[in-house]
């Protein structure tokens, strides 16, 4: 399975004693180099799938673009020890990014790298202005099929997976990648590349909720968040502000509504 990489290993007995030679699968992990018009711009560690897919998410999160439809081509290259993904934009496009030119690695897409101060961090958020009828019913169904939409993460168990669901729950497209940004990234851009808009459904995250999360989906006018894990203080915020629908440490049995500004889980017959 591509993404994955068959490695030996020595299963240690605790709770059940015996040690044995095990091979183990894990997720692949690559430096990927993000090019604009052959300018450097950032090298994000993430799982070489679906880069394309990546590409466009990360240009759109970034804010670099208004529209995928800016975005001119876009090429992955394998290289000695990693990828390089190669964007094109307009001339006119390239303004904001030699202003937010990233020059060091990170971990994944979190956002932030090119940021110089506080203020630039938390400037005001566009107001999410989608909205859509769901119930408790659909995340429900959505959780209960996460799990075969996550290939991946079924073989390594160490991978994060981002979900498009309808309003009715049904899945209808999923990322994975070793990085939880990365995932969500390569998710918008497949709706954006299938012409899907975020605003008519909503996405679920098998993460914890920080606000780098709460941001994309804002960004993306996706009217409400849902993750498995908790959410942080500022994430809370950020979703409050921008008006965006949030509900995390979703479970089989239960979940957290943490803002639900239009009364989707509260309103009478939800």
Avoid: W
């Avoid at 932030?112 to 958020?125: F, H, K, Q, S, W």
């Avoid at 290939?151 to 981002?162: I, K, N």
């Avoid at 009217?223 to 979703?239: F, G």
Wanted: with cysteine.
């Amino acid at each position: 399975m591509t993404g994955i990489r068959r490695v030996a290993a020595t299963r240690l007995g605790l709770g059940e004693p015996g040690n044995a030679d095990v091979i183990r699968d894990i997720v692949t992990e690559e430096p990927v180099a993000i090019e604009y018009n052959g300018f450097g711009y950032a090298v994000m560690m993430a799982t070489p799938l679906a880069l394309e897919d990546f590409a466009v998410g990360f240009t759109l999160s970034e804010g670099l673009v208004e529209s995928a439809d800016e975005i001119e081509s876009v090429s992955a290259v394998p290289v000695d020890g990693g990828q390089v993904v190669r964007i094109t934009l307009p001339a006119d496009a390239m303004g904001p990014v030699v202003k937010r030119a990233r020059t060091r690695v990170t971990e994944s897409s979190c956002g932030l790298c090119g940021m110089d101060n506080i203020e630039t961090v938390l400037a005001p958020l566009p107001a999410v202005t989608s909205r859509i009828m769901t119930d408790a019913a659909a995340l429900a169904r959505a959780l209960a099929d996460l799990e075969k939409h996550q290939p991946l993460g079924r073989a390594t168990g160490a991978m994060h997976a981002a979900a498009f669901c309808l309003p009715d729950g049904e899945i209808r497209y999923a990322a994975e990648d070793v990085g939880r940004h990365n995932a969500f990234d390569k998710l918008l851009g497949a709706l954006a590349r299938q012409r899907i808009a975020p605003a008519s459904g909503f996405v679920l995250l098998t993460a914890r909720c920080s606000f780098e999360l709460v941001e994309k989906a804002v960004r993306a006018n996706c009217p409400l968040l849902v993750t498995v894990s908790a959410p942080t203080s500022l994430a809370v915020e950020r979703a409050q502000q921008a008006g965006l629908a949030l509900v995390a440490l979703a479970r089989p049995d239960s979940a957290l509504i943490f803002n639900d500004p239009c009364g989707i889980f509260t309103s009478d017959g939800a």
